[in-house]
């Protein structure tokens, strides 16, 4: 197997199992956030506003860096490292949110815009830094490959696809099989 096509099929395997731990993270962290707000429908919607916010305001940044850089593939690496370390601290600001943020949204239950403006804000505190280098990460393989003379485009839809499949693989996996084997904490 010749180098660049190598080098393609170990792009697809990281961003396979990138979207794999992208959307276990998003499950857990829906789980969890179903603890601090109390109502799944609030959970859920503050998480995939984020996850989804996260990901455009990585993507976008990462983009105008990825064109300047000279090791996308570096860049890469570390944002998928810096999304590992921030998810080990995520279950720790679940914990903060649970007992000094949760009160403050109790004495807004009056006031259900600013409620919600609230528990977002909070939310993106707390999971937009992850969600914001796991945005990164595919403008920076793009650019990679880019770089190695595919085109642009073939490279993006490439390592989408590739993406995709992992990010449905591990939905199923958290919401199956992970979340009731090993829990919160451990699936995290």
Not at 26 to 36: I, M
Not at 71 to 91: D, F, K, M, S, T
Not at 116 to 133: D, E, H, N, S, Y
Not at 174 to 183: K, M, Q, R
Request: aromatic content about 12%; overall charge positive.
């Amino acid at each position: 197997m010749s180098s660049p096509r190598r080098s393609r099929w170990a792009a697809a395997l990281r961003v396979v199992l990138s979207g794999l731990t992208g959307l276990v993270y998003e499950t857990v962290w829906f789980k969890r956030l179903g603890h601090a707000w109390g109502s799944s429908s609030l959970a859920m919607a503050s998480v995939v506003a984020t996850f989804l916010c996260g990901l455009g305001l990585g993507a976008w940044i990462a983009g105008r860096i990825a064109d300047r850089s000279r090791r996308p593939l570096a860049l890469y690496g570390w944002c998928e490292l810096g999304i590992a370390a921030l998810a080990l601290l995520v279950p720790i600001e679940f914990g903060w949110l649970l007992e000094s943020a949760a009160p403050l949204a109790h004495g807004l239950s009056d006031s259900p815009l600013l409620l919600v403006a609230l528990r977002f804000a909070l939310t993106f505190l707390v999971i937009g830094p992850p969600c914001i280098l796991m945005g990164a990460t595919l403008p920076l393989l793009t650019r990679q490959f880019a770089a190695q003379g595919l085109s642009l485009g073939a490279s993006a839809a490439w390592l989408y696809a590739f993406n995709a499949l992992g990010a449905a693989a591990g939905a199923w996996l958290a919401g199956f099989f992970l979340l009731e084997h090993f829990g919160l904490g451990w699936t995290n």
